[in-house]
């Protein structure tokens, strides 16, 4: 109490709440008085917990108690209160939490299937209603929770754990709670399996299950929780589409759990329920489509996916084969390829993985031959081999865009970007490609190159429809049937067709192969329709007892005869050398019959395909005496041999079209195959195997029979092949069809076949393969057994497919990976596991059969190929070929050698290496000494050659002791003939073997270093170049040789005394023999060598004009293909045209691509169809339309208006076609065959009822050289817009502005060189618009557009290549370095002939090249080098320079895509004697020159000259002073000059090393004299006009860009030199240089620099030359060009200049600027100087010209070069006049005086040009003739920029004070007939002076004339 009492806690006064506490309590205190008091004190709570809570419950069922919580004290006492709320709180560890209703309403009732949330959605925690406390406990009732916890079950330990509970919190409010909160753990457990459910389809890509995840399906009960425990059984997968829930799926299989894909999703294929999950991996859609659903089924629960779309999958490989050339990997691809993820890109890396690149060499490129085919080229250094694995990245849709090529509205094709299938309507109009790859890689084993060979064709009459062509042998001899279906245009595709014209009772044939293998007509057997032949051979019986084999054929007839009217079997048997009917069995419409012998019996089986189809089997029955029952003989006995009689057994089939009877190896039994087409209606079908059943199956009869054995799966099946490889049994399935019977659409036979692997002992398939086939129609197998080993092949016919009848029918080569190679990405994870890899194909028309006929006795697969087009060939006949290249050994080695001389021999120029490096092989032969006594090759000697495997066999290296001696070489080597032998071989084992002969003398005879072949095999239509080289001996001093060729029989040469032997084409006559000899003689000796030329035919070259365009049909006339430019290549006079007319055609919906028609029904004149126009008539055409379709109306390819009547049709592949025959055989024998005389050429023309422009652009099938720029022209009309596009290749833009040289808008294209990819095909087409509108601006929409197209193929270029020198460091101009090449690759055009590739060793200085050798034969050079760029990382030296050397190679018009160098070091020589170096060169540059050995002699003089023009030397100090050079340059130049006299007319390739030479000449401007400037100047215009000869006479010059430069530089240095001479003429005077004074006029003083005389003896043309070398550049560089493109521009520092071609027409009016900043003088400022010329509006000219315009910055010409004199005021003097009488008074008075005195007189001078040099030039193209003016009544109008601060006289406007004369400006004009400057002709319009500052000025005026223009003062 005491303590309560002093309690503060008490001592409150609530009325007094200001008082002090304490005064409070004592106040209490005072009052206190003890009492009783009951004091109710309400205590604080110390939480809330359960009173009841859940421990373990069921989703959906009530709580098993109530859930209760309680609050209570620090006691534990529960508190009695209802003061608090409480929420009851339930999650779960994941957050998802379950529902709690004390409803029971939150759930759907019994019965109805819950929609269950996404994986990873959370359903919201939903708690009961807050409560409030009763006497402190709350109560919650009827708690339902109905999401169980996860992982949660009954049946697994430990699955209910702290991980997966739920967590249940009482959650108080109210005093000293904020909140107070209790919790609990507990489980959930599911309720019963009520569905089963999954989730929605990801992303589908069809064809492969890596691009679908593992699909799951879940078994839940009805609120979805996962019911783990007591689920036992299987979940069941089929597939459907929408609105079509019965849809086959025979096609829609798995791949990794089921065999391989050969279970399907049709309800079978299952999977085990495990923990409440089934888990389907590697499902995969094997075909793309839109809206499929999976019902996934589990007693008697269904779910069914959302409707999802499978998309394409991206193409797959179907072979990596290494091309014949060795160089190339080609990879084919099973479907179109999407070229725009590629394009024209030559990156490998988007392809290849970059670990694979390694082994493909140094810069492989990656390119395009087809939309299907990629190939890649070789880099240098490759070491992939066959049977090497290929890594490739696999294209993966999900990670990017598809593309799809889409027919547009208006019938043309073009790619569309799509992310699904939704966007492309209608689907059918969608064709596969591929995406941008993917990660994923695959790799395929690389095959070894083979090749199909057409060797022979059988040929029927037209029209003729056959099915099949069976080889027969009897009795040693080769026959072959011919069944014959039916004749008639209708008839010939399909069997099905109705064909009501077609006539079926024919004449099938046997044919005998002659002895010449020719096939020969031997009987003919009466057939109705016969559809199929079977050959069998069996034992036969005749009527005296006797037994033996005998061939027999079984025919079936599709068609009847009046017996048998719905077709019949016939049985044919060899008697009598003849087949003899032997039965007749009737048929249904008998389409294919098997024959099989079976322990001892013989079979026939044969398909009724009629109304009720089935297969029947006959058993053949003995021959024997019967007694015979008809109206005849009834009741004989007489003898019926055996024959198929007993009926075995009927088999139901639906449309069952083949059945086969067959063995097995592994097996006894006999099975029976049979393709039914058809399932149920359906073409989702099966192929049905049967099983001969030994015991009695039939006990009526009391037979055996065949029953049910296995199923395949198939897909519209036509046929389908046993076959067994490897102990292992396949069957390969031809499916052909799947679409509407009726309605059939090419694109619907574009299915994949199947080839399967079966386990004949545990009845079940696996599929191994899926091929894609076009309209499949037959496979076949063969195995070739060689060495050991075995070689599996496969072929498939294909019938048709997305072009019509006309496809490719393969071959594959079975290829089983073993080999892995971990750093180029391969394992057996992404390898296919066995395969037959694609090697090659054949197209042709309608293809039935491509079937193996068997080996030869050289072990080559012999195949033939059959045709039921009706085209007259019926049948090809091919081998296939392991191509192995053999390389082309060319070597360089003296034919004939003296004593005293090199002796080497040079391989290294051999073709055909495969980009590696060739091994050689060396051996001695023989020898036959020379004299008699002398002593032989030592045994030693023969070794050391036996021993050389290099390609360079030099005598030098085998004899050490002799290096730098040939006399030592000579005690080794005596003289006489020899003969060695070299075997060359290639990396892959091509051999080529050589023999090599020559004749060393005694004497010092020159030697003769052969270059080709001594037997050479050329085309006479190509240009013959033939080179020798040689040497002298170096024991004698040869001073100088001469060189004579002589050609039997003669032919005319333009040159034979030269090293080399240039012959034009068609010099040779085709297939003639030629014998060349080569003579060179020195001063004492002659040498001779001879070779052989065999000159080989090229068939002729076909020009079309007027084909592959868009023709108007709405007016009528006549449109003419036009191939009159056509020509013999062998200049042949006769030539012969044929044109065959082909109108592709619907048969039905189908397209049947292009049949032949009468060109008579579409041709204006009949004969025309012999003639090289074809003169189509467009009536005839528009009537011939009509039979397009069966629609019977006119029928256009596009431009149809919807607007427009019905009978009126439009179709996109609705064409014409022509084929032209070109012959020039003299004997006109001009089968295609005859391919030596005979060229063929396919067009087309496409229809249009719209009124279009028509525009054609010539066709050709000429290669585009990809050196030379392209010209495309089409024709040109007035009014009409033009507008060029590129079709293909897809992704390749050459349109680009910086490709072209003409704009994309006119009439031609110009394409600049160098854009091609190596052999890759090209189309461009010119659209054409008659009205300004913007229509070309959407081409693809234009109906009222025409247009033209051109197809051309580039050129395939020659690659690779090493270079090596020797030494590799050396003494600058003193060291003489060996470089040599080898190993290039090239193609097909290497091969055609045996003249080797040239090649040309050069370096580059001064921003040009200059050449070792250039255009030889010869695969080394020697040389001596100097020049180089300083270097501090030298191998020998602290410092040195390096020179780097380039090799190139060339053959015809190709060039190099890969130009390989080698750089040497030099150091520098001893500058003390560099004068004595220079003269040491000197003299081999005489010795040269004077040896006629032009190539040696112009490197020399070019390193010479490069020597001298390094000026990091200080050449006065050591004494080599610039009077020294100039003297040796004067030199060199005359020496030049006069090599290029006598060269002419010059080959392009040594031009090019000529034209360098000069450069090297001219590279120090400031050391040539007048004389170096003439003589340089007349090299270089005999030089640059030989080469334009030569162009315009139609040489390919393929350097010209490269020769342009050269010349620019040359005219550069002339003009800098020529500006030098002439400031030290006018620095001489004594007159301030800056102020440029005007000419001397008297005698001037000595100059140390050049004397007066020197300067008086220059030459008045030597300006006019440098202006002339201009104008032979502006000449170059328009060659080839056509009007309109645009123009050429060359510029250095000293000129600009431009050129451009354009017809008479375009011309008038047109107008043309230059403008560069010019300087006048040292003290002048910039300014812009401009030339403007303005041609007249009209002209009176026609024709196409050139157009020249340049500006010259330094004045060429002499001051004195005028006929113009000007006032000078520096030169000044008094003047007075005469004295005269003067009056000096009135008086008359006179005196003497002057009247005008002391007056201040200038003198005058020639007047000065003030500006640039213009030269404006008009040129015919294409000619060197200048116009001396333009032709027009009105003048050109000329706008001359000008300096008037160049002269004091016109800038400061003074006047003669004597005269009154003052100077201005104006246009002069430079006379070349005075060779000066002239007003003459000139009309002056107008002088404007500018600025003050000078700049601005100008000059106008007017002239007719053109030439040479400036700004004169006047």
């Known amino acids: ?167 249940i919190q009482c959650r108080a409010t109210g005093d000293y709670c904020y909140p107070c909160v209790s919790e609990a753990k507990f489980h959930v457990l599911p309720d019963a399996t009520s569905a089963i459910v999954g989730n929605k389809m990801e992303v589908v890509v069809a064809g492969s299950p890596r691009y679908v995840r593992p699909y799951s399906e879940r078994l839940v009960d009805v609120y979805g929780n996962l019911v783990v425990c007591g689920n036992p059984g299987l979940v069941t997968v089929r597939v459907e589409q929408f609105k079509d829930p019965y849809i086959s799926s025979l096609d829609f299989c798995t791949s990794e759990i089921s065999l391989n894909g050969s279970v399907c999703l049709d309800g079978q294929t299952a999977q085990t329920v495990v923990a409440g999950k089934s888990t389907f991996g590697g499902l995969f859609m094997r075909y793309p489509g839109k809206n499929f659903m999976l019902r996934f089924q589990y ?67 990656c390119t395009w031959l087809s939309p299907s085919t990629m190939q890649v080229e070789l880099g240098l250094n490759a070491t992939v081999l066959p049977g090497d694995l290929l890594s490739i990245y696999e294209a993966s849709a999900q990670r990017s865009l598809l593309w799809f090529p889409v027919v547009q509205a208006n019938g043309m094709l073009y790619l569309q970007q799509i992310t699904s299938v939704d966007e ?36 029927v009459a037209e029209d003729i429809s056959v099915t099949d062509v069976e080889r027969i042998t009897i009795e040693s001899e080769e026959y072959y049937f011919v069944s014959f279906y039916c004749k008639g245009q209708d008839c010939p595709f399909d069997i099905r067709i109705a064909a009501t014209t077609a006539v079926f009772a024919l004449n099938s044939t046997l044919y005998k192969v002659s002895p010449q293998g020719s096939f020969v007509p031997y009987q003919f057997i009466e057939t109705f329709g016969a559809t199929d032949v079977e050959p069998f051979y069996k034992l036969d019986e005749d009527m005296n007892g006797g037994i033996q084999y005998k061939q027999f054929v079984a025919i079936c007839n599709y068609m009847g ?323 192995v290249l053999n390389p082309n050994v060319v070597v360089k080695y003296p034919k004939v050698t003296g004593a005293c001389s090199a002796l080497y021999f040079d391989a290294r120029g051999s073709g055909n290496g495969g980009g590696r490096t060739l091994k050689a092989d060396w051996s001695f032969q023989s020898f036959t000494p020379l004299l008699q006594n ?48 070299l075997t060359v071989q290639n990396w892959l084992g091509g051999k080529s073997v050589s023999t090599i002969s020559f004749t060393k003398y005694d004497t010092f005879v020159p030697s003769i270093w052969l270059l080709t072949k001594d037997v050479i095999s050329i085309y006479s239509d190509q240009k013959a170049y033939f080179e020798v080289s040689v040497g002298t001996s170096a024991c004698e001093n040869v001073t100088a040789l001469s060189y004579s060729w002589e050609i039997s029989p003669k032919v005319l040469a333009p040159r034979t005394d030269m090293l080399h032997l240039a012959l034009p084409s068609n010099a040779f006559a085709a297939q003639t023999s030629y014998n060349l000899s080569f003579s060179v003689t020195s001063s004492t000796f002659v040498a001779s060598i001879k070779f052989h030329v065999y000159t080989l035919r090229s068939p002729p070259r076909i020009v079309i004009t007027g084909g592959n365009m868009l023709i108007a049909m709405n007016v009528a006339g006549e449109h003419r293909l036009d191939a009159s430019n056509s020509q013999s290549a062998a200049g042949s006079s006769q030539v012969w045209f044929s044109w065959t007319c082909y109108q592709n055609v619907r048969l039905g919906p189908a397209l049947a691509g292009p049949i032949a028609i009468d060109c008579a029904t579409v041709t204006a004149d009949a004969n025309s169809q012999f003639e090289s126009v074809l003169r189509l008539d467009k009536t005839k055409m528009l009537v011939q339309s009509s039979a397009f379709t069966a629609l019977q109306v006119p029928t256009f390819t596009l431009g149809c208006n919807l607007d427009e009547p019905l009978n009126v049709h439009c179709d996109p592949s609705a064409f014409y076609e022509f084929q032209l025959v070109v012959c020039d055989d003299p004997n006109r024998f001009c089968a295609e065959k005859n391919a030596e005389f005979v060229s063929v050429y396919r067009t087309w023309l496409k229809t249009s009822p719209a009124s279009v422009p028509e525009t054609s652009v010539t066709n050709s099938a000429m290669p585009a050289s990809n050196t030379s720029n ?195 070091e030099l150091s520098l020589s001893d500058l003390n004697n560099a004068k004595s170096l220079i003269e040491s060169q000197l003299v081999t540059v005489l010795k040269y020159h004077k040896g006629a050995l032009v190539g040696q002699f112009a490197s020399t003089t070019c390193v010479l000259a490069d020597f001298m023009n390094d000026n990091s030397i200080n050449w006065e100090f050591f004494s080599v002073g610039l009077d020294y050079k100039k003297g040796v340059r004067d030199q060199l130049s005359t020496l030049l000059s006069n090599t290029v006299q006598n060269s002419l007319p010059i080959q392009p390739a040594l031009a090019l090393q000529l034209v360098g030479t000069l450069s090297a000449i001219t590279g120090a401007a400031t050391e040539l004299s007048t004389a170096s400037i003439s003589s340089c100047f007349l090299s270089l215009r005999q030089i640059t006009t030989s080469l334009i000869a030569m162009s315009r ?161 330094n004045n060429p010409f002499d001051v004195g070069q005028t006929q113009l004199s000007c006032i000078n005021s520096k030169l000044q003097s008094l003047w007075s006049s005469a004295l005269v009488y003067l009056p000096a008074d009135n008086a008359g008075n006179l005196y003497q005086d002057r009247v005008r005195k002391d007056v201040m007189k ?89 600025f003050e500052n000078g700049t601005g000025a100008y000059v106008k005026c007017r002239s007719k004339k053109l030439g040479i223009f400036a700004v004169s003062e006047v």
């Open 561 to 883: 005869n009046s017996m048998m009217q719905t077709g019949f079997v016939s049985i044919f048997v060899w008697e009598n050398n003849g087949f003899e009917l032997r039965q007749t069995m009737p048929c249904n419409r008998c389409t294919s019959s098997s024959y099989a012998a079976h322990n001892g019996e013989h079979y026939l089986a044969f398909t009724n395909t009629g109304p009720d189809g089935y297969v029947a089997i006959f058993r053949w029955v003995l021959g024997s005496f019967r007694v015979i029952q008809d109206s005849k003989t009834s009741g004989m006995i007489t003898w019926v041999g055996g024959r198929f009689e007993e009926a075995i057994q009927n088999i139901p089939t639906e449309d069952g079209a083949f059945c086969k009877l067959y063995h097995i190896p592994s097996q006894p039994a006999l099975y029976l195959g049979i393709a039914d087409r058809k399932q149920h209606g359906q073409f989702r079908s099966l192929v049905s195997i049967y099983r001969w059943q030994e015991t009695i199956c039939d006990v009526a009869r009391n037979i055996s029979c065949f029953q049910p054995f296995l199923q395949l799966p198939a897909l519209g099946p036509q046929s389908f092949t046993p076959f067994s490889m490897n102990s292992r049994d396949y069957i390969a399935i031809a499916n052909q069809f799947e679409g509407m019977e009726g309605n059939e659409h090419s694109e619907q036979y574009e299915k994949d076949s199947y080839i399967y692997q079966v386990d004949y002992d545990l009845k079940t398939i696996s599929f191994v393969q899926a091929i894609p086939t076009a309209g499949a129609y037959l496979f076949d197998f063969l195995t070739v057994t060689q060495d050991s080993s075995d070689s599996h092949f496969l072929t498939v016919a294909n019938l048709r497919g997305f072009q019509g009848f006309e496809t490719a029918s393969k071959i594959y080569k079975w290829v089983n990976p073993s080999d892995y190679n971990a750093s180029v990405l391969c394992n057996q994870g992404n390898t296919k596991q066995g395969y037959f890899s694609l090697i090659d194909e054949v197209t042709w028309n309608a293809a039935r059969k491509f079937s193996f006929l068997g080996v030869d006795q050289n072990n080559k697969v012999k195949l033939v190929l059959v045709s039921l087009a009706g085209s007259g060939v019926v049948a090809k006949f091919l081998d296939l070929n392991e191509l």
């Open 1270 to 1464: 392209i010209l495309l022209k089409s024709q040109t009309f007035a009014n009409v817009q033009y507008r060029w596009v590129q079709l293909s290749p897809p992704g390749s833009d050459l349109l680009k502005p910086n490709n072209i040289l003409s704009s994309a808008l006119s009439n031609s294209l110009v394409l600049r060189s160098g854009l091609l990819l190596d052999s890759t095909s090209y189309t461009m087409r010119v659209y054409a618009h008659s009205s300004t509108s913007n229509a070309l601006d959407d081409v693809a929409n234009c109906m009222s557009c025409g247009w033209a197209q051109v197809q051309f193929d580039s050129m395939s270029a020659i690659r690779g290549g090493l270079i090596q020198a020797s030494p590799g460091f050396g003494v600058s101009a003193q060291t003489t370095f060996s470089f040599s090449t080898e190993s290039w690759m090239t193609h097909s055009s290497f091969n055609q002939d045996d003249l080797p590739l040239s090649y040309s060793f050069y370096y580059e200085s001064d921003g040009v090249r200059k050449y070792l050798s250039a255009g030889s034969y010869s695969p080394s050079v020697a040389s001596s080098l100097s020049g180089g760029d300083v270097s501090t990382t030298c191998s020998q030296t602290a410092t040195c320079r390096t020179k780097t050397i380039f090799v190139s190679a060339s053959y015809s018009t190709e060039v190099p895509l890969v130009i390989p160098s080698v750089t040497v």
């Open 424 to 459: 492309v309507v209608p689907v059918r109009n969608v064709s596969l490609v591929t995406s941008l790859r993917s990660t994923e890689v695959v790799c395929h084993q690389v095959t070894r190159p083979m090749a199909l060979e057409q060797t022979a064709q059988l040929e």
């Open 1 to 167: 109490m005491e303590a309560c009492l002093n309690s503060t806690e008490f001592c409150v006064d609530f009325a007094t709440e200001f008082d002090n506490p304490s005064t409070v309590c004592e106040r209490r205190n005072a009052s206190f008085r003890v009492v009783k008091l009951e004091v109710n004190i309400p205590m604080r709570p110390s939480g809330i917990r359960f009173s009841q809570q859940p421990v373990v419950e069921r989703a959906g069922v009530n709580f098993h108690e109530p859930v209760s919580c309680e609050m209570y004290d620090e006691d534990g006492n529960v508190l009695n209160t209802n003061a608090y709320r409480v929420e009851l709180v339930v999650a779960s560890a994941s957050g998802s939490g379950c529902y709690l209703d004390r409803t029971a309403q939150s759930y759907p009732p019994p019965g109805i299937q819950m929609v269950v949330p996404d994986a990873g959605g959370s359903i919201r925690i939903v708690s009961p209603e807050t409560l409030q406390t009763s006497n402190g406990v709350v109560i919650w009732e009827n708690l339902i929770c109905n999401v169980a916890s996860n992982g949660c079950s009954e049946c697994e330990a430990n699955s209910c754990n702290e991980q997966n509970s739920y967590s």
């Open 299 to 365: 007693q008697d629960m269904t779910y069914v996916t959302e409707p999802f779309d499978v998309l394409p999958q991206s193409p797959q490989v179907l072979g990596v084969t290494l091309s014949k050339y060795l160089t190339e990997l080609v990879v084919h691809f099973d479907s179109t390829t999407n070229m725009d993820n590629m394009g024209a890109s030559t990156d490998c890396n988007r392809v290849l993985p970059v670990p694979m690149l390694s082994v493909l060499g140094i810069g492989p490129l």
């Open 1802 to 1890: 200038y003198g005058f001078d020639s007047c000065e040009i003030l500006s640039p040099v213009y030269v404006i030039n008009v040129r015919p193209d294409p000619t060197s003739t200048y116009l001396d003016s333009v032709v027009s009544d009105s003048p050109l109008e000329f706008v001359l920029s000008f300096d008037p601060k160049k002269n004091l006289e016109v800038s400061s406007g003074v006047s003669d004070p004597f005269t009154g004369v003052s100077s201005t400006a104006s246009c002069v004009r430079f006379d070349t007939a005075t060779g000066k400057w002239s007003t003459n002709d000139i009309e002056h319009i107008e002088a404007n002076f500018g």
């Open 1593 to 1753: 006479e139609g040489s390919s010059i393929v350097s010209i860009k490269e020769f342009e430069d050269h010349v620019t530089f040359v005219s550069s240095q002339f003009l800098q030199a020529r500006s030098v001479l002439l400031s030290q003429v006018r620095g001489s005077t004594g007159f301030d240089n800056a102020a440029q004074s005007k000419r001397i006029r008297s005698a001037l003083p000595q100059s140390k620099a050049l004397s007066t005389s020197t300067l008086l003896q220059l030459q008045d043309n030597s300006g006019l030359d440098i202006i002339t070398s201009l104008n032979l550049l502006s000449e170059l560089s328009v060659l080839g060009f056509t009007p309109g493109q645009v123009a050429a521009r060359t510029s250095s520092s000293d000129f600009l200049m431009e050129t451009s071609v354009h017809d008479a027409a375009n011309l008038a009016g047109m107008s043309y600027t230059l403008s560069r900043a010019w300087s006048g003088c040292a003290t002048c400022i910039y300014i812009s100087a401009q030339l403007q010329v303005t041609f007249p509006s009209t002209l009176q000219m026609t024709g196409i010209f050139q157009i020249q315009r340049a500006m010259v910055m």
């Open 934 to 981: 002398q002593f032989s090759p030592s045994a030693d000697l023969m070794r050391k050659i036996a021993e050389t495997s290099s390609l360079l066999l030099d005598f030098n290296e085998l004899l050490p002791l002799c290096a730098g001696d040939p006399s030592c070489v000579d005690n080794f080597v005596p003289p006489g003939s020899y003969t060695l032998l």
